[in-house]
């Protein structure tokens, strides 16, 4: 199982009932996670809660290394449609159109049989293939709330994420459904390279960090 090193606070800091709010379209505001892989990846997970009205394209988790700008990517081009790049390549999720809606999203990846899970509030969705036999590189720059077309920049204010952001977890493993719903809660069933319970994060720009108001579904 690879490991990651967190890179700042001691203690890490506990998120409960905490949101990132990016109030606005920008160029360079963002939230860097503060956390580096150990070695190169052949499984791994991310988890997320959004809440947003927009509509234009958007992206919520960025992980980019030299080699690669998509290295992993959590990409929303349009209402009804989730894309998940891992090097550089893509799969597309069709899920029901929302807006201002609070959203869960749950996507997984396994190099041996290149397998893509994806849960959208907790329900799986048909699995697909992308990228088998790959391995995502460590030397990486884990960003949210932007797309890194450049290592650690090269941003797009018309990519920018724009609402409330929390619950982000990621596993070097793959996930059951049950372990989805326990993320959702917030108590995920086993231990995470990094999660909203002891998140090594940086502000950059204008995001704030503030008490949940929204009742999720």
Known sequence: ????????????????????????????????????????????????????????????????????????????????EYRF?????????????SIAASEHVCASWESTTGIVGFWFNGKPWPRKGLQKGYTVGAEAAIVLGQEQDAFGGGFDAQQSFVGEMSVVYMWD???????????MNNRPDKAPIFGWRNFPYQIVGEVYLKLRKVIRA
């Open 1 to 80: 199982m690879a490991g990651f090193t967190a890179i700042s606070f001691s203690p890490l800091p506990d998120l409960l009932d905490n949101v990132f709010v990016f109030p606005q379209e920008t160029k360079d505001s963002h939230v860097l996670v503060r956390a580096k892989p150990e070695q190169p990846l052949q499984n791994f997970t991310v988890c997320l809660w959004s809440y947003t009205d927009l509509t234009r394209p958007y992206s919520l988790f960025s992980y980019a290394t030299k080699a690669q700008d998509n290295e992993i990517l959590l990409h929303k081009p349009k209402p009804g």
């Open 85 to 97: 790049y891992v090097g550089g390549k893509f799969v597309s999720f069709s899920i029901p159109k």
């Open 173 to 183: 493993t793959g996930i059951s459904t049950s372990g989805v719903m326990e993320a």
